[in-house]
């Protein structure tokens, strides 16, 4: 059974910071990953989707890497701004039709 | 557009009414879902339509019954609910329903329910 894992769970960091978060999957045998974000009581905002045959992707100031044989997978922000803050969620798909989330981490950036 | 467009954003209904969220996208995707969310937790999975048919029911009480009448619009009729049902319903759709060519999920702003 796929299990993700999003560590930290929070996050806080001052205004200008470049930060890491981390997504772990137990199975491998995935078709594609995607990060989302999601503002308090409002709906996920897709950010990037990895293909299992893609190594990275790049948008803006995100970058997100998936090395699927050792089950993991980073989101990159650059110069992280308040407007960052949110909880960022990843999710991967496979053969079972469904997506399986992590728990997802809280970002804080102060200003 | 990339717009999934959910009604109503919140909704208040005792136990024994019945009501029903909508769920619109006009991007062309073939797969629509529900997802519940409760509060600083991740989407739970509900139900997913893959060309109009139901193809995934998580085990979902009765009392929660999806329709899906075009390629375009999703429903979700909500009847004799309980308190602990209470939470963000989400819709979502993706070019297809699983396989590799799944795509990636959008995902509507959400009704807000309380069950009283």
């Known amino acids: 059974k796929q299990e993700v894992t999003q560590i930290p769970a929070a996050l806080s960091v001052p205004e200008g910071e470049n930060l890491v978060l981390n997504c772990s999957f137990t199975?491998?045998?995935?078709?594609?990953l995607q990060w989302f974000r999601q503002d308090p009581g409002k709906g996920l905002t897709s950010l990037l989707l990895?293909?299992?045959?893609?190594r990275e992707q790049t948008s803006g100031r995100l970058n997100a890497s998936l090395d699927k044989s050792s089950g993991r997978s980073t989101l990159y922000i650059a110069a992280s701004q308040p407007g960052d803050s949110a909880t960022y969620l990843c999710?991967?798909?496979?053969?079972?039709?469904?997506?399986?989330f992590g728990q997802g981490t809280t970002l804080q950036v102060k200003p | 557009d990339t717009e999934v467009t959910q009604t109503p954003k919140h909704l208040v209904m005792g136990m024994t009414n019945k009501k029903s969220l909508k769920c619109e996208q006009h991007m062309g995707h073939r797969a629509m879902y529900w997802y519940k969310q409760k509060a600083k937790k991740p989407p739970e999975l509900m139900f997913v339509y893959s060309y109009e048919k139901l193809s995934i029911n998580e085990s979902v009480p009765s009392r929660f019954s999806p329709e899906c009448p075009n390629s375009s619009l999703l429903n979700l009729h909500l009847h004799a609910l309980q308190p602990e049902d209470s939470a963000l319903y989400l819709c979502?759709?993706?070019?297809?329903?699983?396989?590799?060519?799944?795509?990636?999920?959008?995902f509507g702003e959400g009704s807000r329910l309380t069950v009283l």
């Open positions: 990895i293909q299992s045959s893609q």
């Open positions: 999710a991967v798909s496979g053969n079972t039709g469904k997506l399986i």
């Open positions: 199975d491998s045998a995935i078709y594609n």
């Open positions: 979502a759709s993706s070019l297809l329903a699983g396989g590799r060519n799944t795509g990636e999920l959008f």
